[in-house]
């Protein structure tokens, strides 16, 4: 630890000295956005540039302008209703006044579909990975990639389950958008991570705060929208090919895209892309941890026709995993469970293997996707059909293995959507939509009970609309939803299927502003409130939850969750310092939460037990990010996560909430010749303080107490190869440099193993095109 520190310290240091020789960065990005036919202005219109991670809007007139910007190379976003997205990568050397034109939506589906769906939650508070942190972070998790966003954590069961958490709320209250479609993958599991292959993203955004307005019920706590890329519009083929190899599981992940537009068929373009993943038990320094080893087959396809004012898009994806439960986890009786908690070392000895046995789960999703749309006068119209297939297995550990899984859970959602992104009224623009949702959730015969077979049918119609004057922007909506449940569970001695009928509904809203005060500073503020109804599990669990390695016990008199929240953020880039700060509080009105009780031996063994329950909760926190250019090539970013967590009812603080976090990281950049290009070597530092913040009666409830603060320093490098036309990106980089023993409170199984040991990754990724035709 102290030797990462003064690496770090010596590293900024270092950096310093740089700063007096460098330039002024004062350089002014001027531009206007036009309609491609008749050059008349486009608006409204969002500019947002990776770089420097700000987005802002042009005027009335289509016009903007970006000042204070460093000499280099930008890639630059524009998002317009109604417009297809357009992106362009260009050097500033001077001041540069530029012109972009953007066509209706005649291609680019996909993208079209982000700018529809970001545009009326634009003032929310988001963050965004772009295709190059994707690329540094592939072959992880979607779960994992996010902890990269700041206020977002992850929710894991061991080294090879997460999931996201976003300022403390996870599972029902996180909706994740797959190529637009909300995903229902049984995620209320905090060991049910999302069946998404993170190779499918082009980008992937996080919006901090509730959003049910626009993404439904659920979304109180935030939405990840997973975006693919725009299919191609030029003539050809082009693709990718990433490989990844990790060390400590010695995991390998293989992954390959490829797409043609036809050009005897310009409106026809295709996508075809898949990914394979294999790895065998993981380390924690100094001990193979037993059974938990995965696997992954994975893969999509999409297809789009597009014309000058409508077009159609088919998209299909399948996800397939295996995944091993730690052996240790499923413990035999009371001694045994405490002799598993007190031990410092994994009490199930292992060495490597990749044999995946009970316990273990078994997962596939399926994903089709067909979308319409049409503009007319009225403006852009979009009917989108969904229809998904999960297929969740669970096998425990048996006195006899008759290969027959304990759990078979098969999920069958369809979605429909209907929206209308209209036309300016007004100088109003905004969206008015309708869903609906029928779902059916079934077990086979014979299957132990957890969740009972249920129906359920849903509608909501909601209204988003904006409007914006010189430098500030307004924004409202209103969403109304009905949810109906019809549940079969089954109770008493002979386990007769008993009734229940629910019926939710309520509504939503959301207002924000934003207003951008000068050129290099803007703030904006998101007032909303949401609600959430109890799901099944909620409800009616009622026994072994296999990978959490609990006993849950639900609660049939939950009534529907009411958020109130409210986000401040700011947002500052001048010179060489970028800044961004968030603060934001929700209140929870019947909160529903599991909290742990006593332990219970069962046939299946001796598990800690858990009940659902509701209180009033207030939730409140920041996130601060801060960034530096101390020189060209030098640069340094900042990152502060807190979070309260408090039990409103009780007086008392909430049980598994995410302790405070901070992280450093330091970059510095250079060119080797006309070979090696965009060299890399950086030193990235996490610090995750103990969670002290607990209930007063936790030593009651729960056993042992959170886990201790733990630093972890990491390390990276990489290069573009450039052998003659082909670009092959290289990279490395080494996690837990110092192999630290240390557990997560937010992990399942911090009561029994640590988190992983040292890991080398090697990342290659191969892009290729056969198309002459460059883009701007």
Not at 483 to 509: D, I, T
Request: charged letters at 20%.
């Amino acid at each position: 630890m102290h030797r990462a520190t003064w690496a770090l310290v010596i590293l900024l240091g270092l950096a310093a000295g740089y700063v007096q020789a460098q330039p002024e960065c004062g350089l002014a990005l001027k531009g206007s956005i036009v309609e491609t036919h008749n050059f008349e202005p486009v608006y409204p219109a969002v500019i947002y540039i990776d770089e420097i991670k700000r987005s802002l809007e042009a005027d009335e007139a289509g016009k903007f302008r970006v000042d204070s910007l460093c000499a280099g190379r930008y890639t630059v976003h524009v998002h317009a209703s109604g417009y297809n997205h357009f992106d362009v990568l260009f050097d500033i050397h001077a001041d540069t006044n530029i012109r972009f034109r953007l066509t209706h939506e005649t291609h680019m589906l996909s993208q079209v579909e982000v700018a529809q769906e970001r545009t009326p939650t634009i003032i929310q508070s988001k963050d965004q990975m772009t295709k190059a942190d994707i690329a540094a972070n592939s072959g992880k998790a979607l779960g994992d990639m996010l902890q990269s966003v700041n206020g977002v954590n992850t929710l894991s069961t061991g080294a090879t389950i997460a999931k996201p958490v976003i300022h403390g709320l996870h599972s029902n209250r996180i909706v994740t958008l797959n190529n637009g479609i909300r995903q229902e993958d049984q995620q209320w599991g905090g060991e049910h991570a999302p069946n998404i292959d993170p190779f499918l993203a082009n980008n992937i955004t996080v919006i901090k705060g509730a959003a049910s307005v626009r993404y439904g019920t659920d979304a109180i706590g935030g939405v990840v929208l997973v975006e693919p890329a725009s299919l191609p519009s030029k003539p050809g083929t082009a693709g990718e090919v990433n490989l990844a190899g990790f060390s400590n599981s010695r995991m390998g992940v293989a992954s390959a895209m490829v797409e043609h537009n036809f050009k005897n068929v310009p409106a026809f373009s295709i996508r075809a892309q898949g990914t394979f993943k294999k790895g065998g038990n993981y380390r924690v320094p100094g001990y193979w941890v037993a059974n938990t080893g995965l696997e992954e087959r994975n893969y999509s396809a999409a297809a789009g026709w597009r014309k000058l004012h409508h077009g159609a898009e088919v998209f299909y994806s399948h996800f397939n995993t295996e995944l091993g439960i730690y052996t240790g986890s499923h413990t035999g009786n009371q001694k045994d469970l405490e002799a598993a908690i007190n031990s410092p070392v994994p009490l199930v000895p292992a060495g490597f293997t990749y044999e995946i046995d009970r316990p273990k789960q078994e997962v596939q999703h399926d994903l089709f996707k067909a979308k319409l749309y049409a503009d007319n006068r009225q403006g852009v119209w979009n009917l989108i059909y969904s229809y998904q297939h999960n297929f969740r297995q669970e096998y425990d550990i048996v006195r006899k293995d008759d290969g027959r899984a304990q759990l078979n859970l098969t999920l069958n959602t369809q979605t429909l959507n209907l929206n209308l992104d209209h036309k300016a009224l007004g100088g109003i623009k905004g969206q008015v939509g309708v869903d609906g949702i029928y779902q059916t959730n079934t077990f086979q015969n014979g299957d132990r009970l957890f969740i009972p077979t249920y129906s359920s049918l849903g509608g909501a119609a909601y209204l988003i609309e904006r409007y914006s004057k010189n430098n500030w922007t307004l924004e409202a909506g209103v969403r109304y939803d009905n949810r109906w449940y019809e549940m079969f569970n089954a109770e008493g001695p002979s386990q007769q299927l008993v009734r229940y009928e629910f019926n939710y509904n309520n509504a939503s809203a959301t207002l924000g502003f934003r207003q951008q005060l000068k050129p290099d500073w803007q703030w904006n503020a998101t007032l909303a409130n949401a609600w959430r109804a109890p799901q099944a599990n909620e409800l009616f669990s009622a026994g072994f939850h296999h990978g959490a390695a609990r006993i849950e016990l639900g609660n049939k008199a939950l009534q529907s969750e009411r958020s109130y929240n409210l986000n401040l953020e700011t947002e500052y880039s001048r010179n060489k310092l970028s800044a961004e700060v968030s603060l934001y509080g929700q209140y929870i009105r019947d909160y529903i939460f599991l909290e742990p009780g006593a332990d219970l031996l069962t046939i299946r063994g001796y598990f800690k037990t858990f009940h659902y329950r509701q209180t009033n909760a207030f939730l409140y926190g920041a996130d601060v990010s801060v960034g530096y250019k101390w020189t060209k090539q030098l640069t340094s970013a900042a990152k502060i996560s807190l979070l309260r967590a408090r039990d409103v009812s009780e007086n008392d603080w909430l049980i598994l909430m995410p302790a405070d976090r901070a992280s450093l990281n330091v970059r510095y950049a250079f060119e080797l010749g006309k070979t090696l290009k965009e060299n890399f070597i950086g030193v990235n530092a996490r610090y995750v303080a103990g969670q002290t913040r607990i209930p007063s009666n936790f030593d009651e409830i729960d056993y042992p107490s959170p886990p201790a603060a733990y630093f972890i320093p990491d390390a990276e490098a990489g290069t573009r190869l450039q052998l003659g036309r082909q670009p092959l990106y290289v990279s490395v980089a080494v996690t837990n440099i110092f192999n630290g023993r240390y557990r997560d409170y937010l992990d399942a199984f911090r009561y029994f193993i640590d988190q992983p040991g040292r890991t080398v990754v090697l990342r290659l990724r191969m892009p290729f095109s056969f198309i002459n035709d460059q883009t701007n």
